[in-house]
């Protein structure tokens, strides 16, 4: 029998700041992100948790493939998107508060250093735990307010490492116990709550707490245009700072790759 996703608990949980959340967990879908945005073109706007046991073509950031994982039947990841309509003043900085939001709901001491790799990846050792993918659709109808989906993939149980330059990490290698519904449980409502906080004050609540998990501050970082520099954290507004022999470069797009520098040891 299928483990239990709690669809009453969160739905009941976040009842207070988004009233009328949909909870719908599906076996299997091409993308829950796409799923949503495809209902956000068709005018359809309400705020809706779409949770999928297997995705089939998960998308990341960049257009990269995010594939699901299964583990004797159960979902070995947990694969979801959160979609509701927003109208921050400025949206620069979104997916860093989301990443906060995710990694101090999954390690709230931060004990266990999951770290947070601008703009939008959890990592652990400096491996990858999970992703965050944000998009955006226009409304039909004219209003201000834009429909906002905030995809996550989080990995549960243990990832294959095949065609991947470094292994990924897996929340059951410190929490043997974990499952996905459980998770998802436990990350959504303090996540609804930030992103309405951000909706309200933007990235300046949550910079302080990105920069305590910020796994490249100080450490030196290659640009996928082949720039090299030290990376000087975040400034207010979510945008990356590294440091180059030319001065200090500001990185805003979230279509420039960012990695740690190899070592020449």
């Given at each position: 029998?299928a483990?239990?996703?709690?669809?009453?608990?969160?739905?009941?949980?976040?009842a207070?700041?988004?009233?009328?959340?949909?909870?719908?967990?599906?076996?299997?879908?091409?993308?829950?992100?796409?799923?949503l945005?495809?209902?956000a073109?068709e005018?359809?706007?309400?705020?809706?948790?779409?949770?999928?046991r297997?995705?089939?073509?998960?998308?990341?950031?960049?257009?990269?493939?995010?594939?699901?994982?299964?583990?004797?039947?159960?979902p070995?990841?947990?694969?979801?998107?959160?979609?509701?309509?927003?109208?921050?003043?400025?949206?620069?900085?979104?997916?860093?508060?989301?990443g906060?939001?995710v990694?101090?709901?999954?390690?709230p001491?931060?004990?266990l250093?999951?770290?947070?790799?601008?703009?939008?990846?959890?990592?652990?050792?400096?491996?990858?735990?999970?992703?965050?993918l944000?998009?955006?659709?226009?409304?039909?109808?004219?209003?201000?307010?834009?429909?906002?989906?905030i995809?996550?993939?989080?990995?549960?149980?243990?990832?294959e490492a095949?065609?991947?330059?470094?292994?990924?990490?897996?929340?059951?290698?410190?929490?043997?116990?974990a499952?996905?519904?459980?998770?998802?449980?436990?990350?959504?409502?303090?996540?609804?709550?930030?992103?309405?906080?951000f909706?309200?004050?933007?990235?300046?609540?949550?910079?302080?707490?990105?920069?305590?998990?910020?796994?490249l501050?100080?450490?030196?970082v290659?640009?996928?245009?082949?720039?090299?520099?030290r990376?000087?954290?975040?400034?207010?507004?979510?945008?990356l700072?590294?440091?180059?022999?030319?001065?200090?470069?500001?990185i805003?797009?979230?279509?420039?790759?960012?990695?740690?520098?190899?070592?020449?040891?």
């Open positions: 029998m483990a239990p996703w709690f669809e009453d608990d969160i739905a009941a949980a976040v207070p700041l988004l009233p009328g959340l949909a909870v719908e967990v599906v076996d299997e879908i091409d993308s829950t992100s796409s799923e945005m495809r209902r073109r005018g359809r706007a309400q705020p809706v948790l779409l949770v999928a297997r995705q089939t073509a998960g998308r990341g950031r960049m257009g990269r493939a995010w594939q699901s994982a299964q583990d004797a039947g159960e070995a990841s947990l694969t979801f998107s959160l979609g509701l309509p927003l109208m921050p003043r400025d949206w620069s900085g979104l997916s860093l508060a989301v906060v939001s990694a101090e709901s999954l390690d001491s931060n004990q250093r999951v770290a947070l790799k601008w703009p939008n990846d959890l990592w652990v050792e400096d491996r990858k735990l999970g992703g965050i944000i998009e955006t659709a226009l409304p039909q109808d004219g209003a201000a307010e834009r429909y906002l989906v995809g996550i993939g989080i990995n549960i149980g243990a990832r095949t065609g991947m330059s470094t292994p990924p990490a897996w929340l059951a290698q410190w929490r043997p116990d499952s996905a519904p459980q998770v998802l449980r436990e990350i959504v409502p303090p996540l609804v709550a930030h992103v309405l906080l909706g309200e004050r933007g990235f300046v609540p949550f910079a302080e707490r990105f920069a305590a998990r910020d796994t501050s100080g450490r030196e290659q640009l996928s245009d082949g720039t090299t520099g990376c000087a954290g975040v400034g207010w507004g979510g945008e700072l590294v440091q180059t022999p030319t001065g200090v470069k500001t805003t797009s979230a279509e420039v790759s960012v990695r740690p520098a190899p070592s020449n040891g």
